[in-house]
């Protein structure tokens, strides 16, 4: 168990429909991350925050979108949803290191599985 | 763009030492060397990183040659449970993502 949580497990839902993603860091840790693991992709990252704030992005896509909350649990926004949107989605959290930097010793969630039909 | 390059799969008995090997070999000094792993389709867990000292702790060693441009993850003895891909990872400290590559399936055989 590595302190990370994730809700829901598992989420099926319909192509055009809009779901939220709902991770809670460890303990202390400031910086969240969000990473998309599909079967042809494999695992992909998406962005990161840092304390409520944006800190890094990657191949997010525009209809997503991302936000961490004053008390440092983040949620992941995806919207329009399409078939190969389908994935598992991997929450990461890491402890500060110095001012406002973080280690790059993230910790997983257990993942939510997104099935789009 | 590929950082490393691991065999896509490898075979280790029960309670032997499994060796993962990985190239890295247009690392840059800055860069650290990180091992992940993951179970299943469970979230990925981290293992160790190193600079270019050999590391260990409670779970794995990581040997990084000379010149830093290869690595091997050592499991002292492997159990059924280490059965997973491997994933080496090369990452400037402070770059806050991951680039994950395709990794190294381990299969752990009784």
């Known amino acids: 168990d590595s302190g990370v949580t994730q809700t829901p497990k598992h989420l099926i839902t319909a192509t055009g429909q809009r779901v939220t993603l709902r991770c809670s860091p460890r303990?202390?840790?400031?910086?969240v991350y969000w990473y998309q693991q599909s079967l042809d992709q494999g695992l992909q990252f998406l962005i990161q925050y840092y304390n409520g704030e944006e800190r890094a992005k990657g191949n997010i896509l525009e209809r997503f979108s991302a936000q961490q909350f004053p008390d440092l649990h983040s949620e992941l926004n995806l919207s329009s949803l399409e078939l190969g949107d389908s994935a598992l989605y991997f929450c990461?959290?890491?402890?500060?290191?110095?001012?406002?930097?973080?280690?790059?010793?993230?910790?997983f969630g257990p993942g939510t599985r997104l099935t789009v039909l | 763009d590929a950082k490393t390059t691991q065999p896509p799969s490898m075979d280790c008995a029960e309670g032997r030492a499994a060796n993962l090997p990985c190239n890295h070999s247009t690392i840059s000094g800055n860069e650290y060397v990180y091992w992940y792993r993951q179970i299943h389709s469970q979230g990925p867990q981290y293992i160790i990183h190193?600079?270019?000292n050999n590391e260990t702790n409670e779970m794995a060693s990581l040997i990084i040659t000379e010149d830093r441009k290869s690595s091997t993850l050592i499991l002292p003895h492997a159990t059924l449970r280490d059965t997973a891909v491997y994933y080496c990872?090369?990452?400037?400290?402070?770059?806050?993502?991951?680039?994950f590559g395709k990794g190294t399936k381990l299969s752990v055989i009784p």
């Open positions: 303990s202390g840790d400031l910086s």
């Open positions: 190193g600079l270019k």
């Open positions: 990461a959290s890491s402890p500060p290191v110095g001012w406002a930097l973080s280690t790059d010793t993230q910790y």
């Open positions: 990872i090369v990452s400037p400290a402070g770059s806050y993502q991951l680039t």
